[in-house]
């Protein structure tokens, strides 16, 4: 197949798109020069409806399309809630912890340590978690979505890994650095709604243009077998299919979105979402802004994207079973063959080399792939690049628009976690640890600093990666049982920095040990001998043991340590105003000059669940009235207007300062 060729309309729509971003974003040059603040928190002054599409277009990037796509590829549509379970997270934060946040008056989220905990240990856990998650956790998720670059550009340009990431990020590496927080949310706000159009587009073309597939419409669509056993939004419940069911849904319900840390849908709020709550203008923009957030997030976003995901069953098929029993057949007869394959010394003249590429790809599941982008690299060989390859296929022009939605995808979200990344390291590290008496241009050259060097390093993790789906699960299994200590920090005294030190530690040295040291002893094969994988997959099973073991460990450190100081927590309780029985004593010890808080979580959590089924009724509404579905996709609606409705009103009465 030969590579998509740009036309000089298409070029010319990307490069005045570009040129927009870069122009948007450098703009604010002149108000983030001014200190620290402005260039990570812009001022504190920010709107909410300019928050809350900028928290959505930082977790839109190029890769999630491609996520989403491997899993409706190999899971179906319910494959899904792996992500959609965290509205639950989500709601949460919005009316619980989002005006905690901004009652900090933080400069970051890292800075809670000092005022919730005492002493080293305290100072200790903020510069090494400025380190961990601004440094090593943000450049494992960078070079996420950077290898969603490199995939694009090799499928629909040919290009090679490195050219791609040098294209991708030279309009971000301008605006990012100059700009600040203040010309990133301007852009994201920009390029969310460029983003979206062309993810519109590429799905409306998908399904109406005979050149995609052969379809012509919805209805053929979803009639069509490759689509139909992939097409329902909830797994099947059925006693043969309860492995998918724990996995895919009852797990994420349950258990997941509470315990499990993830950028973008911290339990408790935290990261690149909690320094857009700082730089709100008050509580009710915090609020509005992470509930705007959710709303686009999961009831606008994904159908655009499954809808093609869908299309790429029939335009490059999954390989049947018989296929991939015959590419693993050839494979174990081959080993010859396989081994110079493997070692770059099989002649690419030679018509074995095709014929192992090729089954090489079927036992993978992904023959049709193969075929249609013969030169994309086999590491780069999996079910996610279907997304780029179906864009491949959108005609002249309106390619160029579906490009450039691709590219602003990219730079929203590496401008947002550079900018993040850098505040950790240069506000939580730098000024805290090695040079406090930095000026603010100082410190604002320290950041944009920082920012190329998380860009390139970055980048160089990407040419080490190969799939965006193993990411994203590697990332919840090290975040795996910390959840409910981020809850519970804000609520209950007993907890300290020990807790969070022993927490962190635990999830990260489990991860690391199922990731390398649980292959060398076959627990894999181990588990699936034991029957283990009739109740779950071993991800699940990976995630289970990882979140049971790091809470059962930091809950016995907390009990283990003292306490912090009875001052320290006075201080945090008259600053936050958290309320509840965590806080009672220490609320007496304040005394008669602040009143006691209210406590207003039940009522916080009420207004979650509210939130979650409007939005989660939206979703399925939409779903269901493009599956022809009018009846159940009307009711959905209906339910969704009415827990809008009840949800404003109950928006209405929440408690702030």
Same mark, same amino acid.
């Given at each position: 197949?030969?590579?998509?060729?740009?036309?000089?309309?298409?070029?010319?729509?990307?490069?005045?798109?570009?040129?927009?971003?870069?122009?948007?974003?450098?703009?604010?040059?002149?108000?983030?020069?001014?200190?620290?603040?402005?260039?990570?928190?812009?001022?504190?002054?920010?709107?909410?409806?300019?928050?809350?599409?900028?928290?959505?277009?930082?977790?839109?990037?190029?890769?999630?399309?491609?996520?989403?796509?491997?899993?409706?590829?190999?899971?179906?549509?319910?494959?899904?809630?792996?992500?959609?379970?965290?509205?639950?997270?989500?709601?949460?934060?919005?009316?619980?912890?989002?005006?905690?946040?901004?009652?900090?008056?933080?400069?970051?989220?890292?800075?809670?340590?000092?005022?919730?905990?005492?002493?080293?240990?305290?100072?200790?856990?903020?510069?090494?978690?400025?380190?961990?998650?601004?440094?090593?956790?943000?450049?494992?998720?960078?070079?996420?979505?950077?290898?969603?670059?490199?995939?694009?550009?090799?499928?629909?340009?040919?290009?090679?890994?490195?050219?791609?990431?040098? *294209?991708?990020? #030279?309009?971000? @590496?301008? $605006? !990012?650095?100059?700009?600040?927080?203040? +010309?990133? /949310?301007?852009?994201?706000?920009?390029?969310?709604?460029?983003?979206? *159009?062309?993810? #519109?587009?590429? @799905?409306? $073309? !998908?399904?109406?243009?005979?050149?995609? +597939?052969? /379809?012509?419409?919805?209805?053929?669509?979803?009639?069509?077998?490759? *689509?139909?056993?992939?097409?329902?939004?909830?797994?099947?419940?059925?006693?043969?299919?309860?492995?998918?069911?724990?996995?895919?849904?009852?797990?994420?319900?349950?258990?997941?979105?509470?315990?499990?840390?993830?950028?973008?849908?911290?339990?408790?709020?935290?990261?690149?979402?909690?320094?857009?709550?700082?730089?709100?203008?008050?509580?009710?923009?915090?609020?509005?802004?992470?509930?705007?957030?959710?709303?686009?997030?999961?009831?606008?976003?994904?159908?655009?994207?499954?809808?093609?995901?869908?299309?790429?069953?029939?335009?490059?098929?999954?390989?049947?079973?018989?296929?991939?029993?015959?590419?693993?057949?050839?494979?174990?007869?081959?080993?010859?063959?396989?081994?110079?394959?493997?070692?770059?010394?099989?002649?690419?003249?030679?018509?074995?080399?095709?014929?192992?590429?090729?089954?090489?790809?079927?036992?993978?599941?992904?023959?049709?792939?193969?075929?249609?982008?013969?030169?994309?690299?086999?590491?780069?060989?999996?079910?996610?690049?279907?997304?780029?390859?179906?864009?491949?296929?959108?005609?002249?022009?309106?390619?160029?628009?579906?490009?450039?939605?691709?590219?602003?995808?990219?730079?929203?979200?590496?401008?947002?976690?550079?900018?993040?990344?850098?505040?950790?390291?240069?506000?939580?590290?730098?000024?805290?640890?090695?040079?406090?008496?930095?000026?603010?241009?100082?410190?604002?050259?320290?950041?944009?600093?920082?920012?190329?060097?998380?860009?390139?390093?970055?980048?160089?993790?990407?040419?080490?990666?190969?799939?965006?789906?193993?990411?994203?699960?590697?990332?919840?299994?090290?975040?795996?049982?910390?959840?409910?200590?981020?809850?519970?920090?804000?609520?209950?005294?007993?907890?300290?920095?020990?807790?969070?030190?022993?927490?962190?530690?635990?999830?990260?040295?489990?991860?690391?040990?199922?990731?390398?040291?649980?292959?060398?002893?076959?627990?894999?094969?181990?588990?699936?001998?034991?029957?283990?994988?009739?109740?779950?997959?071993?991800?699940?099973?990976?995630?289970?043991?990882?979140?049971?073991?790091?809470?059962?460990?930091?809950?016995?450190?907390?009990?283990?340590?003292?306490?912090?100081?009875?001052?320290?927590?006075?201080?945090?309780?008259?600053?936050?105003?958290?309320?509840?029985?965590?806080?009672?004593?220490?609320?007496?010890?304040?005394?008669?000059?602040?009143?006691?808080?209210?406590?207003?979580?039940?009522?916080?959590?009420?207004?979650?669940?509210?939130?979650?089924?409007?939005?989660?009724?939206?979703?399925?509404?939409?779903?269901?009235?493009?599956?022809?579905?009018?009846?159940?996709?009307?009711?959905?609606?209906?339910?969704?207007?009415?827990?809008?409705?009840?949800?404003?009103?109950?928006?209405?009465?929440?408690?702030?300062?």
């Amino acid at each position: 197949m030969t590579m998509v060729s740009i036309t000089s309309i298409d070029w010319t729509i990307i490069i005045v798109f570009l040129a927009l971003v870069i122009g948007i974003g450098s703009a604010a040059a002149w108000r983030s020069n001014r200190n620290a603040a402005d260039f990570f928190l812009s001022g504190r002054s920010m709107p909410w409806w300019l928050l809350g599409v900028s928290m959505v277009a930082c977790t839109f990037s190029c890769d999630t399309p491609n996520l989403v796509t491997d899993i409706v590829r190999r899971q179906g549509v319910a494959g899904n809630w792996c992500w959609w379970a965290f509205l639950l997270t989500g709601m949460l934060t919005v009316f619980v912890y989002a005006k905690l946040w901004r009652r900090s008056a933080l400069d970051t989220d890292l800075g809670f340590y000092e005022i919730r905990y005492s002493g080293k240990p305290a100072a200790a856990l903020r510069g090494f978690r400025a380190l961990y998650l601004g440094i090593f956790f943000n450049i494992m998720i960078m070079a996420t979505v950077s290898l969603a670059a490199i995939k694009i550009g090799q499928v629909m340009f040919g290009l090679s890994p490195i050219v791609s990431l040098v *294209v991708a990020s #030279f309009g971000v @590496a301008v $605006y !990012a650095t100059l700009g600040g927080l203040t +010309g990133s /949310i301007w852009a994201d706000f920009f390029q969310y709604s460029v983003a979206m *159009v062309g993810a #519109f587009f590429a @799905a409306w $073309y !998908a399904v109406t243009s005979p050149e995609i +597939g052969g /379809i012509s419409s919805l209805k053929e669509l979803f009639a069509h077998p490759a *689509v139909m056993s992939k097409m329902s939004v909830l797994p099947t419940f059925s006693a043969e299919n309860t492995s998918l069911l724990m996995t895919l849904f009852i797990l994420p319900i349950a258990v997941q979105w509470w315990n499990v840390w993830y950028p973008g849908s911290e339990p408790g709020g935290g990261g690149y979402i909690a320094q857009r709550m700082l730089s709100a203008k008050d509580e009710k923009n915090a609020i509005g802004a992470t509930l705007l957030f959710n709303f686009l997030h999961y009831a606008v976003r994904p159908w655009p994207w499954i809808i093609v995901a869908l299309v790429s069953l029939i335009m490059f098929p999954v390989s049947t079973p018989t296929e991939v029993e015959t590419g693993k057949a050839y494979l174990a007869t081959h080993r010859d063959l396989v081994a110079q394959y493997d070692a770059g010394t099989l002649d690419k003249q030679s018509p074995h080399y095709s014929d192992v590429r090729i089954m090489k790809a079927h036992a993978n599941g992904v023959g049709a792939l193969a075929k249609a982008f013969p030169s994309v690299d086999d590491k780069f060989l999996r079910d996610d690049i279907a997304y780029p390859g179906m864009i491949s296929k959108m005609p002249k022009g309106w390619l160029g628009l579906i490009v450039a939605s691709l590219i602003a995808a990219y730079m929203s979200t590496i401008a947002t976690h550079l900018n993040w990344g850098s505040s950790y390291f240069v506000q939580d590290f730098y000024v805290r640890f090695i040079n406090p008496q930095c000026d603010p241009k100082k410190a604002i050259f320290v950041g944009r600093l920082s920012m190329l060097g998380l860009l390139v390093v970055s980048g160089l993790v990407a040419l080490w990666m190969t799939n965006a789906k193993s990411s994203f699960d590697i990332l919840l299994q090290i975040g795996a049982g910390t959840g409910l200590l981020y809850i519970l920090r804000w609520f209950w005294w007993r907890i300290n920095a020990y807790s969070e030190i022993s927490a962190m530690v635990a999830s990260f040295v489990i991860a690391c040990s199922f990731q390398w040291i649980a292959p060398l002893f076959n627990v894999e094969a181990r588990f699936a001998d034991a029957g283990l994988f009739t109740f779950m997959d071993y991800s699940a099973w990976k995630l289970v043991i990882g979140i049971l073991l790091t809470t059962l460990v930091w809950v016995l450190v907390t009990y283990m340590t003292h306490p912090e100081p009875d001052a320290v927590l006075t201080a945090f309780c008259r600053k936050i105003r958290a309320g509840g029985p965590g806080w009672r004593r220490f609320e007496a010890q304040i005394g008669r000059d602040v009143p006691a808080t209210a406590w207003d979580v039940p009522f916080g959590i009420l207004c979650m669940m509210l939130g979650c089924i409007a939005i989660w009724s939206a979703l399925f509404s939409v779903g269901k009235l493009l599956y022809g579905q009018t009846v159940l996709g009307s009711i959905l609606g209906v339910v969704a207007v009415l827990a809008t409705g009840v949800l404003m009103m109950c928006v209405s009465k929440v408690k702030l300062s």
